[in-house]
């Protein structure tokens, strides 16, 4: 029972960062069409540049410099290259230009930081255990699933109540209809990407307290991500946080019971979901086929 | 079907192809290449050329292809690790372990489209990957399986030696059957019916094909000729590692296909010779870096070149 819950809450920790990032990821394929396999590597960018900037400006600002660095960098990137990429309906091209800017993402950070982990200081107030026999709820971890939890309810708050949020939302259901009516679709697109990005670095900042910060990171996180987004059903982006949480969950139970299954766990589930229900959980029918 | 190409042009194309496969101990060492890089080359250009079948021919995207790659290579691996001593058995073996995987997985895939296409290929692929990492006693684990190495072959009385030159045949010879089932498959009926459904799935439909059945035909192919190429990496390598099951390995195989031009019957092969000649090349100068490299090809393919090296030879000489 006890080896049960310690599994069961490193999983729904590991959940909260696969919700996190699939989200972005789900953003940036409803809204800009492109399958971001590089959204690993904008997490890269957020966690080093967090781990750098850190000796200077503290953890508390590094937590939200890293992100809007990686936000930043979303922009630069998507208005030099992505862009290309909308005026060809075929997925796999900017799926390709994402993998191979994945490649030099995290070629580049291994080359500047090193290929092994760095230790990543997290504020002594939340490094202790919150209770002796549950050790490994530490107060970080509680505070990894809080900011989680707060950054998701932001985004849907700024989908909803904001007029930028709401032409996003009407964008990713009809993007001509909302140029046609004025909006300009290029700028909603390149800050829609960066709003994924930035989320992205968010979940790489969080994730470098929790796991280790290692190059190899994002590549250990994208591909459950996309299994993520497959099992909530793409476009939507609820089911993107329930597929996240289900796939981390699922993952920590299994180590419980039979630890040499616990990677191949999720794309078993992801099998499944795509046989019995072939949009994923709240996935909507006809999108990206 | 394939426009632009007259029929005595492409005569003069596949000779020139073949001819220059068949003559490359003569003239790659001047250009400064070595026999087991072209080896790789026609392996990892058949693989692409089965990847080409699915993305290019059926309009099918699949990014789970280094699985019966991969399986191909286990199965030739562990036929003479634990049964045989002969590599023809062990090449078919592989072939058909990869293969049979892929008509058994068919069925998954084949209602699928699109972008849930790729994703389930990656499911598939990668439950082999984890598998092959995790059955240690088996398969060797992360470490890969190795301990198995190419044995001569024997025809009739005659004993030959697989080294380089040797070897560099028996690949040819493989490659030589891949391509050509490939190029009959094309020009066949059931090839047309492929591209029929790549240019318009629906209306296949409406015309009464059986577009899953023919989806499943296709990446049941598809997996027999990346298995085919796998088993022979293998033995290429003497060595198989779960490296080759991972959905980067699929990855590359699909940028070759991109990179060498989709809708050509040469494209991938091409674009091999690209992707391993860089890939050889740049690691002997940045032995660290070669992946930025790699990342850059593929974004200067993506953007400036879409459709592949020979898409656009083709564009320009019918502007000419």
């Known amino acids: 029972m006890e080896l049960l819950l310690f599994d069961g809450f490193n999983g729904l920790i590991q959940g909260t960062f696969y919700a996190l990032m699939a989200l972005g990821l789900s953003l940036i394929i409803s809204l800009n069409s492109v399958i971001n396999f590089a959204h690993g590597g904008f997490m ?3 966690a080093y540049l967090a781990f750098t900037l850190m000796p200077f400006i503290g953890f508390w600002a590094a937590l939200i410099a890293g992100p809007l660095i990686a936000g930043g960098f979303g922009i630069l990137i998507e208005r030099s290259l992505v862009h290309y990429m909308y005026s060809r309906p075929d997925p796999i091209y900017s799926l390709l230009l994402t993998f191979g800017l994945a490649l030099i993402i995290e070629d580049i950070v291994r080359t ?8 990543f200081q997290i504020p002594a107030v939340l490094g202790s255990p919150v209770s002796a026999t549950y050790f490994f709820i530490t107060g970080y ?3 990894v699933m809080g900011a989680i939890a707060l950054a998701t309810i932001a985004l849907f708050a700024f989908l909803r109540l904001t007029s930028f949020g709401i032409r996003i939302r009407a964008g990713i259901l009809d993007l001509e209809t909302v140029s046609v009516l004025g909006v300009n679709v290029y700028l909603l697109r390149s800050v829609n990407f960066a709003i994924g990005t930035l989320l992205a670095g968010f979940a790489g900042v969080l994730a470098a307290g929790v796991l280790q910060l290692a190059p190899t990171m994002g590549d250990n996180v994208i591909m459950a991500t996309f299994v993520a987004v ?3 059903g793409i476009g939507s982006l609820l089911g993107s946080v329930l597929g996240g949480l289900l796939i981390g969950l699922a993952a920590g139970v299994t180590t419980a019971f039979y630890p040499a299954a616990s990677d191949v ?8 979901v795509l046989i019995f229900r072939p949009r994923g959980i709240l996935g909507q029918e006809g999108l990206f086929e | 079907m394939r426009r632009g190409l007259s029929l005595d042009r492409r005569f003069w194309i596949n000779g020139a192809v073949w001819l220059l496969l068949l003559a490359a101990p003569l003239w790659l060492p001047l250009i400064g290449g070595y026999m087991e890089l072209a080896s790789r080359v026609l392996i990892y250009g058949l693989a692409a050329m089965a990847v080409n ?7 099918c995207m699949t990014f789970g292809e280094a699985a019966y790659f991969g399986l191909g290579g286990y199965g030739a691996g562990l036929m003479l690790t634990h049964v045989t001593n002969s590599t023809p058995l062990a090449v078919l073996v592989g072939t058909l372990v990869g293969g049979m995987a892929a008509l058994i997985f068919g069925p998954l895939v084949m209602r699928r489209r699109g972008i849930y296409f790729a994703m389930i290929t990656v499911a598939i692929g990668q439950i082999f990957y984890f598998i092959a990492e995790r059955w240690n006693s088996f398969t060797g684990g992360e470490d890969g399986l190795s301990g198995f190495s190419r044995t ?3 025809l009739g009385s005659l004993s030959i030696q697989l080294t380089a030159v040797p070897f560099y045949y028996f690949v040819l010879l493989c490659f030589a059957i891949g391509a050509a089932i490939l190029a009959l498959l094309l020009h066949s009926p059931l090839g047309h019916t492929f591209v029929a459904i790549r240019e318009n799935r629906r209306r296949a439909q409406f015309l009464g094909i059986h577009v899953e059945r023919y989806v499943w035909a296709s990446f049941a192919i598809a997996g027999f000729i990346a298995a085919l190429a796998g088993s022979l990496i293998a033995l290429e390598q003497n060595f198989i590692s779960p490296i080759n099951l991972y959905w980067v390995e699929s990855g590359n195989l699909v940028i070759m296909a991109v990179m060498g031009g989709m809708r050509s019957f040469w494209g991938p092969l091409v674009g091999a010779i690209i992707f391993i000649g860089i890939q050889d090349y740049v690691s002997s100068f940045f032995p660290n870096n070669w992946e930025t490299f790699i990342g850059a090809l593929f974004i200067i393919a993506v953007v400036f070149f879409p459709k592949g090296i020979l898409g656009i030879a083709r564009r320009r000489r019918r502007v000419a």
């Not at chain 1, 766990?265 to 499944?272: C, G, K, L």
């Open chain 1, 44 to 46: 890269l960018v957020g």
């Open chain 1, 112 to 119: 500047i930081w090193g290929a092994q982990g760095l230790p």
């Open chain 1, 141 to 143: 971890r509680l505070f």
């Open chain 1, 230 to 232: 497959v099992v909530g």
């Open chain 1, 265 to 272: 766990v999720i794309y078993v589930i992801m099998a499944v």
């Open chain 2, 53 to 59: 079948l699915l993305i290019g021919f059926t309009g």
């Open chain 2, 152 to 154: 001569p072959l024997h």
